[in-house]
């Protein structure tokens, strides 16, 4: 049984930095593509970060040049640096395993597992 778990949430003010942690267990991350996502209140679920198993990674225009994906295959852990954060930033966060290595991306149906979430609020 696939089980994701999220770490790294908590409050912060604008402008500030956090780093998402999601670990596996029950299966590798090798091989496969995995993603961050988040959903503010009373929005929709909406892709942030993505990353194939070979590396190439994928952001959403409201995030790029602040956030940063990374993948450590060998610890089962994928990892969200968030800097310069903003208010609209403020939702629960997501991880997702596809079943696949290339990425379906920032669209959430490609992926099969989900964690819990880890809820990250931005103070202005």
């Known amino acids: 049984q696939v089980q994701l778990v999220e770490s790294g949430g908590g409050l912060v003010q604008a402008g500030g930095s956090l780093r998402l942690s999601c670990t596996a267990s029950?299966?590798?991350?090798?091989?496969?593509?995995v993603g961050w996502f988040r959903q503010g209140q009373e929005k929709a679920r909406e892709g942030v970060a993505s990353i194939t198993c070979g590396g190439t990674t994928k952001y959403a225009d409201s995030v790029k040049g602040r956030f940063t994906i990374s993948r450590d295959d060998a610890k089962n852990t994928l990892s969200l640096q968030m800097d310069s954060l903003k208010p609209d930033d403020t939702g629960l966060y997501y991880c997702?395993?596809?079943?696949?290595?290339?990425?379906?991306?920032?669209?959430?149906?490609?992926?099969?597992?989900w964690g819990q979430g880890t809820q990250v609020t931005v103070s202005s």
């Open positions: 029950g299966t590798p991350f090798g091989g496969r593509a």
């Open positions: 997702a395993l596809s079943d696949f290595c290339n990425s379906p991306g920032l669209n959430p149906a490609g992926y099969a597992s």
